[in-house]
């Protein structure tokens, strides 16, 4: 992420402006391709939720963002670095009138509000199949507000003439184009600190949980990878030399990482599998994500396809260690966001956007320490503050759902709904609309609190 | 009357049918079915981790005959549906007391 560009000759620039809105909109088909590349996932018992997480989360954390998040994260510093003032750009409110910026602010509020939603519901691929909705939909308000906000705070808030930003991006300067700590680790870190908290689905390592529909998987990477550009190459925040860039990079990497996945796959199991290829696809993502200002398109190839790689060995780590981190959000996202952001510390080169040269080629190894410690720092923040979080929500309202009722099916339980029915003879016939006859008191339906 | 069930390999099922047709069966019951038996079932990967997968999908398919044409039908079924490898399936005939035809009243043999 590059600051708001200040002063141009036209205020705003219809063309950065043009480009930043279409790219918001991208950021948010993100949002659905995950809800499709998740769901398609689970067993089809529990894809309704799933899906429903993600959805559920994009309602909730826009909300958040518009009245406190986006002070949080990009208001004036309160000190040291760490906050934002809560309270300057209330509702967004103040912004409402034209500033002297080439992209308007608020539009830039809205971009950021976007990758706040896409970060929590990345988290939901940690806890499928078992978490109660109103519990989920109250952590990732939480969340949003105590960790998306000050950690977007610290690595995407750029001091600006009076504007003082956060700690990573300004004291240290750490490099991150688009979010490989913010997003990526972020997610990944909080999502293990739930996983842990919720404890693994009945019959994990036991049961055969095989993906019911790849299908909806390889649809939801395809709309992942095409709503990424808005992504990356949005955080140039301009249409310009560095906005395409970037665009290359983010071509490159994903190509690279499905490649790098699937030949770890044909070599260790024997087969190029249909989700290796989307998994690939999205580590690749993933890294270059932080890296993709940093890098020459053969840098992102590089970057793409040892993420693709060293992802497809990190996802076997949950059976090692035990927790059920049931879509790999860990050993993608935060695997990948390591790999991604300390990257840059090894291989950036000068000649991209950020204009900063890695150990690999003659810069020494000053980004690298630098890379480290932002990694470091949101590594264990995003853990140990997700992982506070999830016991209060545990605690105070319960997260997990019945036993029996994660066996028969979360879907039926928690929005008595079914995904699919492709029987004939499923024995459903209306016993009156809620609006007019009631609600019939179906034997699941006085069993659950949702 | 018998009634012939058989379970049989999901690709062969079309032939089966033609062959029958061809002998001179009206009707039948087909359903897709899983199980398994010597063949046992297949392994998947999915992101590294190997799972059993136990069950086979197969055909079953369900006609009522008349005693004297049981054996016929059979044997139409084994030389068709037979591709000489594991998982072929199974053919077994039961006899039946009653059948009634649910539009005419019809019972027994005028119901087949």
């Known amino acids: 992420m590059t600051a708001l560009p200040a002063f141009a000759a036209t205020v705003p620039d219809s063309g950065d402006t043009a480009w930043l809105l279409a790219a918001s909109a991208l950021v948010l088909l993100m949002a659905p391709g995950l809800a499709l590349f998740y769901g398609g996932m689970v067993r089809s018992k529990s894809v309704l939720n799933m899906i429903m997480m993600t959805f559920g989360a994009l309602a909730v954390i826009v909300i958040v963002w518009v009245l406190v998040g986006y002070s949080l994260a990009f208001g004036d510093d309160l000190g040291a670095g760490l906050l934002g003032d809560p309270f300057q750009h209330f509702g967004l409110s103040d912004l409402m009138a034209a500033g002297d910026s080439a992209v308007p602010t608020i539009l830039f509020a809205v971009f950021q509000g976007l990758f706040c939603v896409i970060t929590g519901a990345l988290i939901s691929g940690a806890i499928a199949d078992r978490a109660r909705f109103g519990a989920w939909l109250v952590y990732v308000a939480v969340w949003t507000v105590v ?5 977007a705070h610290w690595i995407f808030d750029f001091s600006a003439g009076e504007h003082v930003g956060g700690w990573m991006a300004n004291r240290v300067g750490v490099l991150d184009f688009a979010g490989g700590t913010a997003v990526e680790i972020c997610s990944g870190a909080s999502a293990l600190a739930l996983a842990i908290v919720l404890g ?12 019911h529909n790849l299908t909806l998987v390889m649809l939801g990477a395809g709309l992942l990878w095409f709503g990424w550009f808005g992504f990356n190459a949005g955080s140039a925040l301009g249409a310009n ?6 665009f290359a990079a983010t071509l490159v990497a994903g190509a690279a990482g499905t490649l790098g996945w699937l030949s770890v796959e044909r070599l260790r199991d024997g087969h190029a599998t249909s989700l290796g290829a989307a998994s690939g696809m999205v580590a690749g993502l993933v890294a270059i994500t932080p890296s993709c200002g940093s890098l020459s398109p053969i840098g992102a ?3 793409g396809a040892v993420a693709g790689g060293i992802c497809a060995w990190a996802v ?15 050993g993608v996202h935060m695997v990948g966001g390591i790999v991604g952001t300390l990257g840059i510390g090894l291989i950036a080169t000068a000649a991209a956007p950020t204009g900063v040269d890695g150990l690999l080629y003659g810069g020494g190894a000053d980004q690298l320490g630098k890379q480290t410690i932002g990694v470091g720092a949101v590594l264990v923040y995003s853990f140990v503050i997700s992982g506070i979080i999830g016991l209060i929500v545990d605690k105070a309202m319960g997260f997990r759902i019945d036993g029996e009722h994660e066996v028969s099916g979360i879907d039926l339980i928690v929005h008595a709904e079914t995904a699919y029915d492709l029987h004939a003879t499923a024995g459903a016939r209306s016993s009156g609309s809620g609006l007019f006859g009631g609600l019939h008191s179906g034997d699941h339906r006085d069993e659950e609190d949702e | 009357m018998k009634l012939i069930t058989a379970v049989i390999k999901p690709h062969k099922w079309e032939d089966v049918r033609e062959a029958l047709e061809t002998f001179g069966v009206t009707g039948m019951t087909v359903s897709e079915v899983s199980g398994y038996g010597r063949q046992k079932g297949h392994t998947e990967v999915y992101r590294g981790a190997e799972y059993d997968i136990a069950l086979v999908p197969k055909v079953r398919i369900e006609i009522v005959t008349e005693d004297d044409d049981a054996e016929d039908v059979v044997g139409i079924i084994v030389k068709t549906a037979q591709t000489g490898r594991i998982g072929d399936g199974k053919v077994w005939v039961s006899g039946i007391e009653t059948v009634v035809r649910v539009r005419t009243g019809d019972r027994d043999e005028a119901a087949i």
């Open chain 1, 316 to 330: 076997g780590l949950k059976y090692t260690f035990g927790y059920d981190d049931s879509l790999d959000v860990v």
């Open chain 1, 241 to 246: 030399q560095s906005a395409a860039v970037v």
């Open chain 1, 147 to 151: 960790v998306y906000a000050p950690v």
């Open chain 1, 200 to 211: 693994p689905r009945l019959g994990f390592g036991r049961d055969a949980m095989r993906p």
């Open chain 1, 301 to 303: 190839i590089v970057m």
